[in-house]
């Protein structure tokens, strides 16, 4: 079965970076674009970044210039390399793999103090 596998999320203080990871398993990787999105409480499942099967890429206003997203096809993973992390970047962060089905991964929490 398909399964995405988040990892690298904790807790950071403001100004401080993490990476992402997302592992993938049961899909043909290379050919379907990944994303990350992110929940905050209260708030709505946004996205945060994508990159298409060629390569291209993405990302959501609040986050350029901050994060960039990467994959590697031969270990089946995305990356999402967060710099200069901000209180208001303090969510769950969730894996997306779509093609001509979209999948989720159980999500990786992130934690940005002041």
């Known amino acids: 079965q398909v399964q995405l596998v988040e990892s690298g999320g904790g807790l950071v203080q403001a100004g401080g970076s993490l990476r992402l990871s997302c592992a993938a398993s049961?899909?043909?990787?290379?050919?379907?674009?990944m994303a990350w999105y992110r929940q905050a409480p209260g708030k709505q499942r946004e996205l945060v970044a994508i990159?298409?099967?060629?390569?291209?890429?993405n990302y959501a206003d609040s986050v350029k210039g901050r994060f960039t997203i990467s994959r590697d096809n031969a270990k089946n993973t995305v990356y999402l390399q967060m710099n200069s992390l901000k209180p208001e970047d303090t969510a769950v962060y969730y894996c997306?793999?779509?093609?001509?089905?979209?999948?989720w991964g159980q999500g990786t929490q992130v934690t940005v103090s002041p």
């Open positions: 997306n793999a779509r093609s001509r089905y979209v999948y």
């Open positions: 049961g899909i043909t990787f290379s050919t379907n674009a």
């Open positions: 990159i298409s099967s060629g390569g291209s890429t």
